[in-house]
């Protein structure tokens, strides 16, 4: 059974640094594309992070590079999105996803505020 535990959320001032983790069970994240999505509030979902089976990864949209990255722990079977530089604009519900089945994320919510 496939399974994902978003984990890491919570509040943090303007400039600060919080890492999310993606817990996944019934599969293994090396073998998958995941993604990062986030939710604003009265915003649609958008796409922040890719990571590829390779391990290559993408960050969507603009407004994030250079401020977050993607990585993934095999051992763990976590995938992580590493958020630097927090800007309140980045406050939102975010969740995992594995596009292969559609399978999502319960969210953590991030809130970015002084």
């Known amino acids: 059974q496939v399974q994902l535990v978003e984990s890491g959320g919570g509040w943090v001032q303007p400039g600060g640094s919080l890492r999310l983790s993606c817990a996944a069970s019934?599969?293994?994240?090396?073998?998958?594309?995941m993604n990062w999505y986030r939710q604003a509030p009265g915003k649609e979902r958008e796409m922040v992070a890719t990571?590829?089976?390779?391990?290559?990864?993408?960050n969507w949209p603009d407004s994030v590079k250079d401020r977050f990255s993607i990585s993934r722990d095999v051992v763990k079977n976590t995938v992580f999105l590493q958020m630097n530089n927090l800007k309140s604009e980045d406050t939102a519900v975010y969740y995992c996803?594995?596009?292969?089945?559609?399978?999502w994320g319960q969210g953590t919510q991030v809130t970015v505020s002084s």
């Open positions: 996803q594995r596009p292969l089945g559609n399978y």
């Open positions: 019934g599969f293994a994240v090396s073998s998958y594309v």
């Open positions: 990571i590829t089976t390779t391990g290559g990864n993408v």
